[in-house]
């Protein structure tokens, strides 16, 4: 049990290295690490009733980064593109 527990973080620390190095070190060349996402953010504030009040702000790009993982503080691009609408409760 001890063998395949090392041998899954080995093989995840190993998936993880080669999707920082595909991202790090671009091949070819003409691949674009960073990508943008049109992202819609809104607020809900709860009012003294119980009921939230909803403060929507104008679209925006978000950059993002074309991996697996999240990567140089950026969520992955395929994550952020199922994403597009975002909470933020206060």
């Known amino acids: 049990m001890k063998r395949a527990a090392l041998i899954a973080v080995l093989l995840l620390a190993a998936l993880y290295g080669g999707d920082y190095a595909s991202v ?4 070819p060349r003409s691949r674009v690490p960073l990508g943008t996402v049109t992202v819609r953010r809104y607020y809900a504030a709860m009012k003294k009733d119980g009921k939230p009040d909803f403060y929507f702000t104008p679209p925006e790009a978000d950059t993002c980064v074309h991996s697996l993982f999240p990567h140089f ?8 593109s199922r994403h597009t609408t975002q909470r933020i409760d206060l």
């Open 24 to 27: 790090r070190i671009p091949v």
């Open 73 to 80: 503080g950026y969520t992955p691009c395929w994550y952020l």
